[in-house]
Every structure is written in structure tokens, then in C-alpha cells.
């Protein structure tokens, strides 16, 4: 009716302009489009099912609001009786969702493409802060699934390895941080995190080492030291790891578990919780 409608009105007009962005990544069936939804329906009920269904083949940008109990890296002590949180409650957070398609074809001209222009952008309003990559932790026991996987994953991190090494040394531009949302904890047949980060670890690794073979059989013609473009920026030799990652190269890696599905009833764990938490932090 119209009081909600002019509650909506009201409430979008004092909220905060969101422009802090976060791109979602990821292989089809992840959960990106259940998550994106979920985030949309949470933030404004009113208009739940105006964006019931966002097509897979184009990138789609939503705004959403960060829920008041969560604390940002700006205001890490929030508890219930901080005055705060009321000001949160009616002034929440909002930050932008970009939600690219999975799909093995689209991957290159889509989701690594966005990648690219965002996070090397100058522009305030595409600016950004961090990135999502989701990953079915049920799929990835499943050799080819993994393998596909982590290649999405290898190919996004080193384009942030590429921004990270190559801005030059007159402006500190921080690095943008990479979660990788171990989603659908709530099925009994999902990995829990801890073997989800050392199965992606292992296979980036044997991806790496392919490469690092391809380039040095390259460079004996050329003569080119191409160190850049292996991720860890190492010689390969050694094991890849995410810290590894974070101590040569400065990008950071969590995998946190998660589950879209149980995210309202809080049966499963912290449903999307922890990964707001991630976002908050970025904020
Ligand atoms: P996308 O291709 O990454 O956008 O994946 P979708 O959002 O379309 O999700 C693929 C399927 O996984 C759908 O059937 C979702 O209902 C399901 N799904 C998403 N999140 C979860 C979860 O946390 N648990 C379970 N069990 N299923 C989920």
C-alpha cells in the first residue's frame, strides 16, 4: 500500500549512496544468482519480488545494504548497545554487487573482462573493493569440476597479480582481497572449507606448473623473464599456497564456508553471515 510504498521512498532517499563495489565470480552453479537474490530480498522486503530472476548469459548490479549488526573495518566495535547501530539500523550500509555469468564461454568476455576494467579503474563510482568467487564445495570432489574451478580462480587472481605488480610506485592503491565463498555447507556431501583451500591450492598448483613449463620452453626462444605471469610471482619451483600469494604479491585469499539455502532459517551454520562479515571488513 502506500505507506509502504512512501516508507521505501523515504528510506532509499536518506540511505547512503552506495559506492563501494564487489564483483561476484564463479562457475555456473555455484550459487551466485541464489546469493545475489538473497542479498536483494534482504535488503529491501518491500520490493522482494520485483528481481525475482536475473538471466545468466549478461552481468547484472545490484544494490544491497549490509545488515547493522555487521561491523566494518570502520567501526569494529559495534555492539547491540553502541548508539550506533540505530544510526545502522536507519542509515544501513549499502555497497554494490556485481554478479557476472559462470558460464566456461562467457568467462573471458564476462567475468575476467569486468575484472580487468573495474580493478583497474580510476572512476570513484566503479571502483573496487573486493572480490567474491564462489565455489559448490558439494561439485568440487568431482576431478573435473575442481580442475574447472580452479582454473576460473587462477585466471581472476592473476589478473590481480598483474594490477598488484605493475601500478607503479607514485600512489599506494591497496590491493583488492579475494573471498572464496565455500557455499552449500548445508548438503552432507560438501567439503568442509579447510579441504576446499587445500584442494584448490593443489590444483592452481599443477596449473601453474604446466605454465611455468610453457613459459620457460617460450623464453628459451625469446629470451623473456616472464615471472609476472605466474602466480606467487615465484620461479613456480615450489608449492603454491594462498599465503604464498599474500607474502610475494600482497593479494589476499580467505575461504570461508557458507550456505545460501540456509541463510534464513540459521540452520546451517551462519547462512551468508560471514561472508558480510568479509564485505564489512572491506568497507
Ligand atoms: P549460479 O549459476 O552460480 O548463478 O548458481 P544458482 O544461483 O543458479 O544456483 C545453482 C543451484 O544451486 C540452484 O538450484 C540453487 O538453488 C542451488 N543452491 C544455491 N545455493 C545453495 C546452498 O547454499 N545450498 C544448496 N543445497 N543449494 C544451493
Excluded at 51 to 78: I, K
Excluded at 91 to 114: C, F, V, W
Excluded at 119 to 147: E, N, P, W, Y
Excluded at 215 to 242: H, K, P, V
Aim: proline residues 5%; glycine residues 8%; aromatic residues 4%.
Amino acid at each position: 500500500g502506500v505507506p509502504v510504498l512512501l516508507h521505501v521512498i523515504f528510506f532509499r532517499s536518506v540511505a547512503s549512496p552506495p559506492s563501494s563495489n564487489f564483483l561476484l565470480l564463479g562457475p555456473s552453479g555455484a550459487g551466485k544468482t541464489a546469493f545475489t537474490t538473497l542479498l536483494e530480498a534482504k535488503s529491501s522486503p518491500a520490493t522482494k519480488m520485483a528481481h525475482s530472476t536475473h538471466t545468466s548469459q549478461t552481468s547484472t548490479l545490484v544494490s544491497v545494504s549490509l545488515p547493522p549488526t555487521v561491523p566494518t573495518a570502520s567501526n569494529r566495535f559495534r555492539s547491540v548497545n553502541d548508539p550506533s547501530l540505530k544510526e545502522a539500523t536507519r542509515n544501513p550500509i549499502r555497497y554494490r554487487l556485481k554478479d557476472t555469468p559462470g558460464h566456461g564461454k562467457l568467462r573471458a568476455s564476462q567475468g575476467i573482462a569486468e575484472l580487468q576494467a573495474m580493478s583497474t579503474s580510476k572512476d570513484m563510482k566503479t571502483k573496487l573493493r573486493g572480490v567474491l568467487f564462489m565455489v559448490d564445495t558439494a561439485a568440487l570432489v568431482d576431478d573435473a569440476t575442481l580442475r574447472d574451478t580452479a582454473t576460473y580462480l587462477h585466471d581472476a587472481l592473476l589478473v590481480l597479480q598483474k594490477r598488484a605488480l605493475n601500478k607503479g610506485s607514485t600512489k599506494r592503491v591497496p590491493e583488492v582481497p579475494v573471498l572464496v565463498a565455500a557455499n552449500k555447507q548445508d548438503l552432507f556431501t560438501a567439503l568442509p572449507p579447510g579441504s576446499v583451500r587445500e584442494k584448490l591450492e593443489a590444483e592452481i598448483d599443477r596449473i601453474r606448473k604446466s605454465k611455468t613449463k610453457g613459459l620457460l620452453d617460450a623464453s628459451m626462444d625469446n629470451g623473456l623473464d616472464n615471472e609476472e605471469d605466474i602466480l606467487g610471482n615465484d620461479d613456480g619451483e615450489g608449492a603454491f599456497s594462498f599465503k604464498l600469494l599474500e607474502m610475494e604479491v600482497g593479494v589476499k585469499v580467505d575461504v570461508v564456508g557458507g550456505a545460501v539455502k540456509g541463510d534464513q532459517e540459521e540452520e546451517y551454520g551462519s547462512g551468508v553471515r560471514r561472508w558480510e562479515e568479509w564485505v564489512g571488513q572491506c568497507l
